[in-house]
Antibody, heavy 122, light 107 residues
Framework: EVQLVESGGGLVQPGGSLRLSCAAS????????MHWVRQAPGKGLVWVSR????????TYADSVRGRFTVSRDNAKNTLYLQMNSLRVEDTAVYYC???????????????WGQGTMVTVSS | AIQMTQSPSSLSASVGDRVTITCRAS??????LGWYQQKPGKVPKLLIY???TLQSGVSSRFSGSGSGTDFTLTISSLQPEDFATYYC?????????FGPGTKVDIK
């Protein structure tokens, strides 16, 4: 079964750090670009970051650039999101998302993890 | 950054209704647009990519159209399982951006 399982969320104080992990299974992880998408409680979806399959290129939303770092370990089939200098407005469910390969040049978020909740509060 | 807007923000409809949701980009994005469905407490699901190509396994009552700046998602005959929030997403240029969502609920 194709699956993404996030972990590492929790409660952290403003200015703190957290590292999210996403364990992939059921597919050849190393072939796929991966993304992080977040959703604040009761709000819409917001794209956060992308990493190419070989980790050669990373891209970030303006709101997290310089504070968040996406990385991957293809040998461990795991995606990471290192989040530093966290702000109250970073509070959200963070989803790990696969960018499918069978969609031409289009980004197609075809597999989503269940999400991990990050709460930034004092 | 490309801004995405959706209209309406919410709508009430009955089973069997034809429903149309509009998504507009702040600049031309070709047909680099996808549609996602999210039910309460669930993860989003890919419905359409490339503005009009139906994802495998998605009901044919869903269709997408448009190019450039204006796009539509149409549900030809609304079913009970279609009550959800729908998001468009542009992948023409980074940063990728979602629309704010359209909530479809029961009239």
């Amino acid at each position: 079964e194709v699956q993404l399982v996030e972990s590492g969320g929790g409660l952290v104080q403003p200015g703190g750090s957290l590292r999210l992990s996403c364990a992939a299974s059921g597919f050849t992880f190393s072939r796929y670009p991966m993304h992080w998408v977040r959703q604040a409680p009761g709000k819409g979806l917001v794209w956060v970051s992308r990493i190419k399959s070989d980790a050669s290129v990373t891209t970030y939303a303006d709101s997290v650039r310089g504070r968040f770092t996406v990385s991957r370990d293809n040998a461990k089939n795991t995606l990471y999101l290192q989040m530093n200098s966290l702000r109250v407005e970073d509070t959200a469910v963070y989803y790990c998302v696969r960018d499918g390969l069978d969609y031409g040049d289009y980004a197609a978020f075809d597999i989503w993890g269940q999400g991990t909740m990050v709460t930034v509060s004092s | 950054a490309i801004q995405m807007t959706q209209s309406p923000s919410s709508l009430s409809a009955s089973v069997g209704d034809r429903v149309t949701i509009t998504c507009r980009a702040s600049q031309g994005i070709g047909n680099d647009l996808g549609w996602y469905q999210q039910k309460p407490g669930k993860v989003p699901k890919l419905l359409i990519y490339g503005a009009s190509t139906l994802q495998s396994g998605v009901s044919s009552r869903f269709s997408g159209s448009g190019s450039g700046t204006d796009f539509t998602l149409t549900i030809s005959s609304l079913q009970p399982e279609d009550f959800a929030t729908y998001y468009c997403l542009q992948d023409y240029k980074y940063p990728i951006s979602f629309g704010p969502g359209t909530k479809v609920d029961i009239k």
